[in-house]
């Protein structure tokens, strides 16, 4: 059987710099991907064959980001049953709320799950992309337990610190 990855799609190389945070989650957590530059409006033909291709090679979780019109999630989303998460991105005269509300406003029966603008978003999507790996992988959630408990020893030393600076 193929090792589950997520695939990660990008409207444009634009994108990238942004969800480079995405790919180095993923990494980090041992999570297995693929990148593909493609577009809902531009490309659909290739956009729906990359979807059909990924999900028969193992693909389990659609990450899609996309600014302004950002139909790509909805348009992935539409050929797969797979969860698909929508990153929208910063940018343009509405400084990404057009992308956040065309991710998000999808019609019943064709979900995308959507996560927040821009950088926070793309960390978050392969958190999330995680989350649901990890709902049949013992190991990957285990991991995600780990790195929580971390962040939290991380915020309680710097509560601490703080609190030894100010009885001075």
Not at 63 to 79: E, N, Q, S, T
């Amino acid at each position: 059987m193929t090792a589950p990855f997520v695939a990660v799609l990008m409207g444009s190389d634009s994108d990238l710099p942004v969800m480079q945070a995405t790919l180095d989650t993923l990494t980090s957590l041992g999570v297995s991907w693929e990148v593909k530059i493609t577009s809902a409006h531009r490309t659909p033909a290739n956009t729906m064959e990359f979807v059909k291709s990924a999900e028969e090679r193992g693909c389990k979780v659609f990450v899609a980001a996309a600014g302004l019109a950002a139909h790509l999630a909805g348009a992935v989303a539409a050929h797969t049953t797979c969860p698909v998460i929508g990153v929208p991105m910063d940018g343009g005269p509405l400084n990404g709320f057009d992308a956040l509300l065309s991710t998000v406003q999808m019609p019943g029966g064709i979900p995308v799950a959507c996560v927040a603008i821009g950088k926070a978003g793309a960390k978050n999507a392969a958190y999330l992309a995680a989350q649901i790996l990890a709902l049949g992988d013992p190991a990957l959630a285990q991991k995600l337990k780990d790195e929580r408990a971390v962040n939290t020893a991380q915020i309680l030393a710097k509560d601490q610190a703080l609190q030894d600076k100010l009885k001075g």
